[in-house]
């Protein structure tokens, strides 16, 4: 009777310590994903300042953007193959350490070419946090604890921005554009040691007997089924819903990373000399916006009960609207942050059902993680040439061009998303399929 009571008491006192050491790692891992965004954000607020220094256009200015983003996409296999080889704590660690070191030289920097290089090294660097940090969670966490700890861990990509926007733009400010890198850089070095002190980057390394549950693999075909198997990941991406998916995705990445690079520099521009505290307060608001973005699309999804296209029609026809006003009130300071915000916003929101609701819908077969990455990689692929883009025909034409630019992209993508659906109902209607 003893050693029963004594074994409940050890039990639950393990699932004390279970409980605490979850939360600290869940915190722990979102703080180091917010403080990757300060290490990625800040180019955008000292783009002005480097473009004087550097004597650069802003064609030049957004090919560094475009270059991180290349290594940034490729790196996310080499952090991947890491995270099984070795600890992905120290993964990320190297990770830390290595963007610190880039953010750091930038501080120092004095040419274009070196800022293109340490910015893509960078890229290399931060893309060593996510899939090492998402290995740590499925150490610790349960399945069903996964759809919690997602949405906790997806915050830093918009909150990050607010994070950035407002502090580093008060330090911009203050003390100059170099100070916007080295800040980040000394944050970095000081949460390497938080990082390595503060988190077991599995519940054996902190000494207790838990192991989660594996989400359960999909049920294996017959062996005649195969084939048809192999094959159905290609026809699957080569239908009509599934092209225009893969375009929508690839636009509203270009469009999403174009307003972060530069909606402080073209903020600035419009204000004019003298309003640097207008402009901080309003490039800190625009974040906002793309919170409010994901949880509206969250609420959206459950009000169509899970009518993904639906949502997606409804968030892609509001960003061409949204897009057209743009374009309208491209000469209003507070036009345009509303707009501007409520546009990403949306973009937000179509690319969180994009990469992260849609591919759901192959987890029986096993494809989910297969969609997963093409969608991600078709993001970052527009992201990579909405920077360089956007920054070239600011340099020929103006900004004008560029919000027309935007509004067009928003509009074909919603008319891409309506052809779409409108064939499929024309194929089911009268053709039986």
Same mark, same amino acid.
């Given at each position: 009777?003893?050693?029963?009571?004594?074994?409940?008491?050890?039990?639950?006192?393990?699932?004390?310590?279970?409980?605490?050491?979850?939360?600290?790692?869940?915190?722990?891992?979102?703080?180091?994903?917010?403080?990757?965004?300060?290490?990625?954000?800040?180019?955008?607020?000292?783009?002005?300042?480097?473009?004087?220094?550097?004597?650069?256009?802003?064609?030049?200015?957004?090919?560094?953007?475009?270059?991180?983003?290349?290594?940034?996409?490729?790196?996310?296999?080499?952090?991947?193959?890491?995270?099984?080889?070795?600890?992905?704590?120290?993964?990320?660690?190297?990770?830390?350490?290595?963007?610190?070191?880039?953010?750091?030289?930038?501080?120092?920097?004095?040419?274009?070419?070196?800022?293109?290089?340490?910015?893509?090294?960078?890229?290399?660097?931060?893309?060593?946090?996510?899939?090492?940090?998402?290995?740590?969670?499925?150490?610790?966490?349960?399945?069903?604890?996964?759809? $919690?700890? %997602? @949405?906790? /861990?997806?915050? !830093? #990509?918009? =909150?990050?921005? &607010?994070?950035?926007?407002?502090?580093? +733009?008060? *330090?911009?400010?203050?003390?100059?554009?170099?100070?916007?890198?080295?800040?980040?850089?000394?944050?970095?070095?000081?949460?390497?040691?938080?990082?390595?002190?503060?988190?077991?980057?599995?519940?054996?390394?902190?000494?207790?007997?838990?192991?989660?549950?594996?989400?359960?693999?999909?049920?294996?075909?017959?062996?005649?089924?195969?084939?048809?198997?192999?094959?159905?990941?290609?026809?699957?991406?080569?239908?009509?819903?599934?092209?225009?998916?893969?375009?929508?995705?690839?636009?509203?990445?270009?469009? $999403?990373? %174009? @307003?972060? /690079?530069?909606? !402080? #520099?073209? =903020?600035?521009? &419009?204000?004019?000399?003298?309003?640097? +505290?207008? *402009?901080?307060?309003?490039?800190?608001?625009?974040?906002?916006?793309?919170?409010?973005?994901?949880?509206?699309?969250?609420?959206?999804?459950?009000?169509?009960?899970?009518?993904?296209?639906?949502?997606?029609?409804?968030?892609?026809?509001?960003?061409?609207?949204?897009?057209?006003?743009?374009?309208?009130?491209?000469?209003?300071?507070?036009?345009?942050?509303?707009?501007?915000?409520?546009?990403?916003?949306?973009?937000?929101?179509?690319?969180?059902?994009?990469?992260?609701?849609?591919?759901?819908?192959?987890?029986?077969?096993?494809?989910?993680?297969?969609?997963?990455?093409?969608?991600?990689? &078709?993001?970052?692929?527009?992201?990579?040439?909405?920077?360089?883009?956007?920054?070239?025909?600011?340099?020929?034409?103006?900004?004008?061009?560029?919000?027309?630019?935007?509004?067009?992209?928003?509009?074909?993508?919603?008319?891409?998303?309506?052809?779409?659906?409108?064939?499929?109902?024309?194929?089911?209607?009268?053709?039986?399929?």
């Amino acid at each position: 009777m003893r050693t029963n009571q004594k074994r409940e008491v050890i039990a639950v006192e393990q699932s004390n310590v279970l409980a605490v050491q979850k939360r600290r790692v869940l915190a722990v891992c979102v703080a180091a994903y917010t403080v990757s965004y300060l290490l990625r954000t800040n180019l955008s607020l000292a783009l002005e300042d480097l473009m004087e220094v550097l004597s650069i256009g802003r064609g030049q200015a957004g090919l560094v953007s475009t270059l991180y983003f290349w290594t940034y996409a490729s790196g996310q296999l080499l952090g991947g193959w890491l995270s099984v080889k070795w600890d992905p704590k120290r993964v990320v660690a190297l990770g830390l350490a290595a963007s610190g070191l880039c953010n750091l030289a930038i501080g120092f920097c004095s040419g274009y070419w070196a800022l293109a290089s340490l910015w893509t090294l960078n890229g290399l660097a931060l893309a060593l946090f996510w899939p090492p940090i998402l290995q740590i969670t499925t150490n610790w966490f349960e399945p069903e604890e996964y759809l $919690k700890v %997602s @949405i906790l /861990l997806s915050l !830093p #990509t918009t =909150l990050g921005y &607010l994070v950035a926007w407002s502090g580093l +733009g008060a *330090v911009l400010r203050v003390a100059g554009w170099r100070w916007v890198f080295f800040c980040p850089a000394i944050v970095a070095f000081c949460f390497f040691w938080v990082w390595l002190r503060g988190l077991k980057s599995s519940p054996r390394a902190a000494g207790l007997c838990y192991r989660p549950a594996l989400l359960a693999a999909p049920a294996k075909k017959d062996e005649p089924s195969e084939p048809r198997q192999r094959g159905s990941l290609m026809r699957a991406m080569l239908t009509l819903p599934m092209l225009s998916f893969a375009f929508v995705i690839l636009a509203q990445g270009s469009t $999403k990373e %174009s @307003i972060n /690079l530069w909606a !402080p #520099t073209l =903020l600035q521009q &419009l204000a004019g000399p003298g309003q640097e +505290g207008l *402009v901080g307060l309003f490039t800190s608001v625009i974040p906002l916006f793309s919170t409010a973005g994901l949880l509206a699309t969250g609420w959206l999804v459950r009000r169509l009960h899970g009518g993904q296209e639906g949502a997606l029609l409804a968030l892609t026809g509001a960003g061409a609207v949204c897009g057209w006003l743009l374009v309208a009130l491209q000469n209003s300071l507070t036009g345009l942050v509303v707009c501007l915000g409520l546009l990403l916003g949306l973009v937000y929101g179509v690319t969180t059902i994009l990469t992260t609701l849609l591919p759901l819908r192959f987890a029986r077969t096993g494809q989910s993680a297969a969609f997963t990455g093409i969608f991600n990689f &078709l993001a970052y692929v527009g992201a990579a040439l909405g920077g360089a883009l956007s920054g070239w025909v600011s340099d020929l034409w103006g900004w004008q061009q560029v919000y027309l630019l935007w509004a067009a992209l928003a509009t074909v993508s919603a008319l891409a998303l309506f052809v779409s659906e409108a064939w499929q109902y024309f194929s089911w209607r009268y053709l039986g399929h």
